[in-house]
């Protein structure tokens, strides 16, 4: 497979939440402005890359039996890494994270990708499966973000965008009204992947 | 057998390496992390008591003590103007509407309030979010200790507000009756 | 009572939407989608007048914008997705109104046009258009409403040209003798209850549409003598609402109060009852307006806010599915 289409198929053909629609909890939640949405964007690139290196290096090492528990050691490790780190030297960025940072041990992305690429792949595919996936999770949750935060919060980047006297609508920041963008961005999304496919053929 | 042993060999090499790395990770990070979260409650009690002063945590058996009648109370520091002791800060829990409530309220000696500050919320944005602005956390500034503290409620907000007055009335009374004499 | 299923049958038809096409013999009959949403509209005109009486033109702005909107919605979404233009059925009239109905007359005007647009966007359009809307447009759009500016939502003004701000009857019931910790809106106004009467002819603060109770009981009436609306939501809703009120240890002088304040009224007789969020099946309805009422009780009593009624509607849409799976009629001739 050429490394290229590895790259593309991770941010569109595959894209973990427009297409496949698996780590959706951790984006709903986070996506409330585009500080947050990069950050939670950045730090699971890091534990991707991180795991499926790993992984596709030990791919022929660690028993097919104990595979899953040993592909959840390698996650949490770098999981644990990373949160150690933003505490340190982000820790605006942690706190707003709270919990989602932990829990992206549970992303279904890093375990999918695990399981079903690099366990199987070699180690430049996988790196690139990593970062492909992850370009493609943080657009999503970046767009997702920058509608959120200028709608909901009248700012873009934390600067203000929308003039003073715009009421910010409470909505976009709530989780309802991430689930609605979402729904509307997913079907927009879809749209144009069909569209495209559809005059190549 | 042996293929049992073998897994449990193999699993437990993946795991101590990775506990080798974690340890490292730690070490480079631990002093740094610590240093923010000092400077993150001194910011909190600075911002009640002025930029001069220092701050001691309470001696642990008293603070044990308090903890015992009073389970809201988490962390009390008390406050120095050089020498002398100036005031009390009490960081502190309550129901708000949304869930907990963190509070930070200080307390001078002369038995008026210092400050109040607004740790952690989840309240609603737009309404309740709004008790961690100056705007509402002001109206306890200079307010006695000696009755029930009462202040205007925020608009649309009433059960936040009556969560964090119930808060800091609490911790009047612990101000009261333990640490002002 | 927005989406009528273009319904040869008769409109309390105890028939599931999926067997509309039934065998011959067919039975014509003159009501069609346009007719019925005209008698709603009909329906709601004396508690428009009523509310433009109390609250002046700012109700009557509201909703104009808000009709206009709506219209103005439906036909550019139809646009983008190519499909035909509907906007003479009177169905997003509908939803302009009722959700008009649900502001304060206070509200700036582009509340009704962002309402509308979710409402007719999101809500109606998105899932399909007319009769595939899972829940009431007008009350989803005042749910994203009170949850996008709480304070512009909640702040009630009270009858007259003056435009004085106060609270709701349920407000001061919920919020009590206004001391220094409850809201302030309910300290402005002081903490008196209006005389039943003015509950009754709609003299009192709350959404412009929802205060005058005999204006909309008019408008029922006439959907009920037309056969368009029927009688059971609506009567176990607000029955229901009653006895868990008093099971919930609400006073007896104040439950009149509940029932005439609030949106209880217009909600049970122009929400609960909409064809295309409610179930058809006559158990299902029942089920449905029992479900609502002591949803509303619990909320205004035990809730934070102090209305209950649009959630409870909403609530009850999401679980009209599995409520018509459970009451649908038997068939003959098929195997279990």
Not at chain 2, 88 to 95: C, G, L
Not at chain 2, 121 to 131: D, F, I, N, R, V
Request: hydrophobic content about 50%; charged content about 15%.
């Amino acid at each position: 497979m050429k490394l290229s289409k590895i790259f593309r198929d991770g941010i569109i053909n595959d894209n973990p939440i427009f297409v496949q629609l698996i780590g959706m909890c951790s984006t709903l939640a986070v996506s409330t402005n585009v500080v947050n949405s990069v950050a939670m964007g950045a730090a699971v690139i890091a534990v991707l890359v991180g795991s499926n290196l790993v992984i596709s290096i030990l791919r022929n090492v660690i028993p097919d039996k104990i595979r899953i528990p040993a592909f959840v050691v390698v996650i949490a490790t770098f999981v644990t890494i990373v949160e150690m780190f933003m505490k340190a030297y982000a820790p605006p960025i942690y706190e707003a994270l709270g919990i989602f940072l932990p829990l992206i041990v549970v992303n279904c992305i890093i375990l999918a990708r695990a399981e079903a690429f690099a366990s199987k792949n070699g180690i430049v595919a996988s790196i690139v499966d990593g970062i492909g996936m992850g370009i493609g999770y943080t657009i999503a949750l970046v767009v997702l973000g920058a509608i959120r935060e200028i709608f909901g919060a009248g700012t873009f980047l934390g600067m203000q965008v929308l003039p003073a006297s715009y009421q910010p609508a409470g909505i976009f920041i709530m989780p309802p009204g991430a689930f609605i963008l979402l729904g509307i961005l997913i079907g927009v999304f879809n749209l144009a992947r069909r569209k495209k496919s559809s005059s190549k053929a | 057998m042996k293929e049992t042993v073998r897994l449990g060999i193999i699993l437990m090499i993946i795991t101590v390496v990775s506990a080798g790395v974690l340890a490292i990770s730690n070490n480079l990070t631990k002093d740094r992390i610590a240093e923010l979260e000092m400077a993150g409650s001194l910011e909190a009690l600075r911002g009640i008591f002025g930029e001069s002063a220092n701050f001691k945590p309470l001696d642990e058996g008293k603070l044990a003590e308090i903890q015992g009648t009073n389970p809201a109370v988490v962390e009390i520091f008390e406050a120095y103007d050089g020498d002398s002791l100036t005031g009390y800060a009490i960081k502190h829990t309550s129901k708000g509407f949304g869930g907990d409530l963190v509070l930070m309220t200080g307390f001078n000696m002369d038995g008026t309030v210092a400050g109040l500050d607004v740790l952690e919320h989840s309240e609603t944005p737009g309404l309740g979010a709004k008790a961690e602005e100056p705007e509402f956390r002001n109206r306890f500034v200079g307010l006695s200790t000696s009755g029930e503290i009462t202040v205007e409620a925020l608009s649309g907000a009433t059960v936040t507000t009556t969560g964090v007055l119930a808060g800091v009335n609490e911790v009047r009374e612990v101000f009261n009756t333990q640490l002002s004499n | 009572m927005e989406g009528k299923m273009l319904n040869t049958t008769k409109a309390d038809s105890a028939v599931p939407e999926m067997l509309v096409v039934s065998s011959s013999p067919h039975i014509r009959s003159n009501d069609t989608v346009s007719r019925i949403m005209l008698d709603v509209v009909i329906a709601l005109v004396p508690a428009m007048i009523g509310s433009v009486y109390f609250f002046g033109l700012n109700a009557l702005k509201l909703i104009l914008i808000s009709v206009a909107s709506a219209i103005g919605f439906e036909a550019l979404t139809q646009k983008v997705f190519k499909k035909d233009i509907t906007i003479n059925d009177f169905s997003a009239v509908i939803t302009g109104i009722l959700l008009a109905f649900n502001l304060p007359a206070n509200a700036p005007w582009w509340i009704p046009v962002f309402g509308s647009g979710f409402a007719i966007i999101v809500v109606k359009q998105l899932f399909g258009g007319l009769g595939s809307n899972f829940i009431n447009p007008a009350l989803a759009a005042r749910a994203v409403l009170l949850a996008s500016w709480p304070n512009i939502m909640s702040t009630y003004v009270l009858p007259g040209a003056d435009a004085v701000t106060g609270a709701t009857p349920l407000a001061i019931m919920k919020f009590g003798g206004a001391d220094a910790t409850a809201s302030a809106t309910v300290a402005q106004a002081g903490s008196e209850l209006p005389s039943l009467m003015d509950m009754f002819i709609g003299n009192i603060g709350g959404a412009i549409g929802e205060t005058s109770a005999v204006l909309l009981l008019i408008g029922a009436l006439y959907l009920l003598v037309r056969k368009v609306i029927d009688w059971k939501t609506p009567v176990f809703y607000i029955a229901t609402t009653a006895i868990m009120l008093l099971v919930l240890g609400v006073p007896t002088e104040e439950l009149m109060y509940h029932i005439l304040g609030g949106g209880l009224i217009l909600g049970a007789f122009f929400m609960a009852t909409d064809y295309a969020s409610a179930p058809v099946t006559k158990l299902g309805q029942i089920i449905f307006g029992i479900g609502a009422g002591a949803l509303t009780a619990l909320i205004r009593v035990k809730g934070g806010f102090p209305e209950g009624v649009s959630y409870s509607i909403l609530l009850m849409n999401v679980a009209s599915p599995l409520i018509e799976k459970f009451t649908a009629p038997k068939i003959f001739g098929r195997a279990k």
